[in-house]
């Protein structure tokens, strides 16, 4: 397993940007299928996107953010980055890192290792 410190989060207006980042520790960073899931209040946690190992070269998102969030890594730096653009208000949730070793499950029970999560709020 490794472990998982998202950043980045905060509070901003409908239509802005914000980018997140997730530091992970660990030599093995770059064999693992990175994530993004997202829980809102009351809500069950849901997938956002994943980056496949490695070079990165395989990306898929939930529906709802596709065309406005994208996924990067930077093995050499071990961080996974999640860009999000003309976000919504109900983009507003904690935004979780997962690592797992599996490519193309957008289920939770496919990933071993969570960060603490950033809350992101979209106001309208």
């Known amino acids: 397993q490794v472990q998982l410190v998202e950043s980045g989060g905060g509070l901003v207006q409908a239509g802005d940007s914000l980018r997140l980042s997730c530091a992970a520790s660990?030599?093995?960073?770059?064999?693992?299928?990175m994530a993004w899931f997202r829980q809102a209040p009351g809500k069950e946690r849901e997938f956002v996107g994943a980056?496949?190992?490695?070079?990165?070269?395989?990306?898929f998102y939930a529906d709802s953010v596709k065309g406005r969030f994208t996924i990067s890594r930077d093995n050499a730096k071990n961080t996974v980055h999640l860009q999000m653009n003309f976000l919504k208000p109900q983009d507003t949730a904690v935004y979780y890192c997962?690592?797992?070793?599996?490519?193309?499950?957008?289920?939770?029970?496919?990933?071993?290792?969570w960060g603490q999560g950033t809350q992101v709020t979209v106001s309208s």
């Open positions: 997962a690592a797992g070793s599996f490519f193309g499950s957008r289920s939770d029970r496919n990933f071993d290792s």
């Open positions: 660990g030599r093995t960073f770059q064999d693992y299928t």
């Open positions: 980056i496949s190992d490695r070079s990165g070269l395989n990306t």
